[in-house]
């Protein structure tokens, strides 16, 4: 089953807008998330990540007024798209690591979010 | 700056082996993981290496040579179902820490 849920999976706003996506671990909790960004055909760019209590750490080149990180606990990230344009269109996906057979760094990812800007 | 070098494209037939290389230049390196990824859908991880050697998980295994910033994942017994993008993608930071992702390989598996 699903290690890390995300929703919504699709959304479709106006311009100006704003949109919050939700990232949930599921049975376990997780102090460190990430969220990435990939357009078609393209591979994942990773935005920020996403600090339990405290501050997200953004890549180079992303907004952090634009892109709005909120980790308030450990099974819960946000990321709220503010203001929202037909060029913040995209899908978003996070991840959270989950410990296996004693191994720390597998990733496991949300179904993703596919934003539409109109 | 950081790269991570991997083939665009890849075609094969059901029931071949094929395998897709990586090459990698970043600032701290703790794993190397492969991720599978169908139109639409979320990554999928597939296998993790932090050390040399070849990991194997079924039809999969991934190889990891430090030395030369270089692995691969071979799949074998392809399956039309394999068609897929295959993403490797370098640990940073820590153990549990942040992944830069290759660029993609198309794999399209024919009959």
């Known amino acids: 089953g699903a290690v890390v849920s995300q929703h919504p999976s699709r959304v479709i706003c106006k311009s100006g807008t704003s949109v919050k996506i939700e990232c949930r671990s599921l049975?376990?909790?997780?102090?460190?998330m990430f969220w990435y960004r990939q357009f078609p055909k393209q591979s994942l760019m990773l935005m920020a990540t996403?600090?339990?209590?405290?501050?997200?750490?953004?890549e180079q080149g992303v907004e952090k007024d634009k892109f709005l990180i909120n980790h308030a606990s450990l099974t819960l990230s946000t990321l709220t798209v503010t203001s929202a344009h037909p060029e913040d269109s995209s899908f978003y996906i996070c991840s959270a690591n989950k410990e296996k057979r004693g191994r720390k760094n597998i990733q496991y990812f949300g179904a993703g979010t596919r934003l539409s800007v109109l | 700056g950081q790269s991570l070098e991997q083939p665009s494209e890849v075609t094969a037939v059901e029931g071949a082996i094929v395998q897709i290389n990586c090459t990698y230049q970043?600032?701290?390196?703790?794993?190397l993981s492969w991720y599978q990824q169908h139109d639409g859908g979320a990554p999928t991880f597939l296998s993790y290496n932090a050390l040399d050697g070849l990991e194997e998980t079924g039809r999969f295994s991934s190889f990891l040579s430090r030395s030369d910033s270089y692995g691969y994942l071979l799949l074998q017994e392809l399956q039309m179902k394999d068609s897929a993008s295959y993403f490797c993608?370098?640990?940073?930071?820590?153990?549990?820490?942040?992944?830069?992702f290759g660029q993609g390989t198309t794999l399209q598996v024919k009959p």
């Open positions: 049975d376990f909790q997780a102090t460190t």
């Open positions: 970043t600032s701290g390196f703790y794993g």
């Open positions: 996403s600090n339990e209590g405290s501050k997200a750490t953004y």
């Open positions: 993608a370098v640990t940073q930071g820590s153990n549990t820490g942040k992944l830069i």
